[in-house]
C-alpha cells in the first residue's frame, strides 16, 4: 500500500497533480467498508490529509459554525458553544458509530463520501 503524507494543502495539491489517481483520505472510517475493492486496486495511494493542521480547525463566528474538512464528531461533542448553540449537530455526532469512529471520523468525509448513511449531513442541512 501507497500512502503519500502532505503537510500543507499546497503539498496536497501538487502530490494531487502527480498522483491523479490517489484516494484522499481524512479520518479513514469508510476505508474498511470498501477494503475488498482497494486490495483488488493496489496500485492506487492513499493521499492522508491527515497532517494538514490548516484543514483541522473549527471555529464560531457571530453567526455561523465553520467546520474544518477534518473537523471530527468528537471535537464538535466536546465544544462547549456548539452544545449551546447547535445541540442538534452534538446528538448527530453522538450517533456515530462508537467513541473510536467519532474521534476519527471527520464532517468533511461524512459529506464527500455522499453516503446515504452520512449521519450528519441532515442535520447540517437543516441548520443551513
Not at 12 to 22: D, I, Q
Not at 90 to 109: C, D, F, L, M, S
Request: charged share 20%; hydrophobic share 45%; glycine share 8%.
Amino acid at each position: 500500500m501507497n500512502v503519500l503524507f502532505p503537510e500543507s494543502i499546497p503539498e496536497a495539491c501538487r502530490l494531487l497533480a502527480r498522483h491523479p489517481e490517489a484516494v484522499p483520505l481524512a479520518g479513514g472510517t469508510d476505508l474498511l467498508v470498501h477494503w475488498p475493492q482497494q486490495v483488488k486496486e493496489p496500485e492506487r495511494p492513499f493521499l492522508d490529509l491527515s497532517g494538514i493542521q490548516a484543514l483541522r480547525s473549527h471555529h464560531w463566528t457571530d453567526d455561523e459554525l465553520l467546520l474544518g474538512a477534518l473537523t471530527t464528531y468528537w471535537d464538535i461533542i466536546q465544544d462547549p458553544t456548539a452544545q449551546a448553540e447547535a445541540p442538534l449537530l452534538v446528538e448527530a455526532a453522538k450517533q456515530v458509530g462508537a467513541v473510536q469512529i467519532q474521534t476519527r471520523g471527520t464532517w468533511g468525509g461524512n459529506i464527500v463520501n455522499a453516503s446515504p448513511a452520512a449521519d450528519g449531513v441532515a442535520v447540517l442541512m437543516a441548520y443551513d
